[in-house]
């Protein structure tokens, strides 16, 4: 049991950090898709005088946003699903919290081999209620946000555990 409680509790840090910068990224992309169709339309706008010996490509541009913006959900990140990266968030730091609190009595033999077992699977029951949103929120797992998460994770465990 002791191996479990301390896989599952490097899985939850893991899970933590990567809540945290799948949500700061997904929020800068967002800020920079905005910031984008605001300028291309306000150039669009404004710069009529220079668009008007060009209006093929005035066109192009203002069509190109207006895909851009209905491909949006698709695309990138609306308000709801990053809402729903910080319930996820929030679910793994209590989460985490939790386990650690398991760990800390298993090794100071606070519980029985029988209680940590009962209470680890307790934990576990309640991570299954998150799955789902899980699932419909985090559509890929960006392989340079895993290894920062990773390193994150690892440093946290050296400084804390001495491991």
Same mark, same amino acid.
């Given at each position: ?8 509790? #490097?899985?939850? *840090? &893991? ?5 945290? =910068?799948?949500?700061?990224? $997904? ?13 291309? @339309? ?31 959900? $698709?695309?990138?990140?609306?308000? *709801? $699903? =990053? +809402? !729903? ?15 650690? *609190? ?8 606070? =519980? @029985?081999?029988?209680?940590? #077992? ?9 991570? #299954?209620?998150? !799955? /789902?949103?899980?699932?419909? #929120?985090?559509?890929? +797992? /960006? +392989? ?5 998460? *990773? =390193? &994150?994770?690892?440093?946290?465990? +050296? $400084?804390?555990? !001495?491991?």
């Amino acid at each position: 049991m002791r191996n479990r409680i301390w896989t599952e509790l #490097t899985q939850a *840090k &893991h899970n933590t950090e990567f809540a945290t =910068l799948y949500s700061d990224r $997904q929020r800068v992309v967002l800020r920079m898709f905005n910031i984008g169709v605001l300028a291309f @339309s306000s150039a669009g706008i404004m710069g009529w005088k220079v668009w008007e010996h060009l209006p093929i490509v005035a066109c192009a541009i203002i069509a190109a946003i207006s895909l851009l913006r209905l491909l949006q959900p $698709q695309i990138i990140m609306n308000e *709801k $699903q =990053l +809402k !729903n990266l910080d319930d996820i968030h929030r679910f793994y730091a209590d989460y985490f919290n939790e386990i650690e *609190k398991l760990w800390f009595d298993y090794e100071s033999n606070r =519980l @029985s081999e029988e209680q940590a #077992t009962e209470r680890f699977f307790e934990l576990k029951k309640q991570e #299954t209620d998150i !799955n /789902p949103l899980i699932a419909e #929120t985090i559509r890929s +797992k /960006p +392989k340079g946000i895993v290894s920062r998460c *990773k =390193l &994150h994770s690892d440093n946290y465990f +050296k $400084q804390v555990f !001495n491991i």
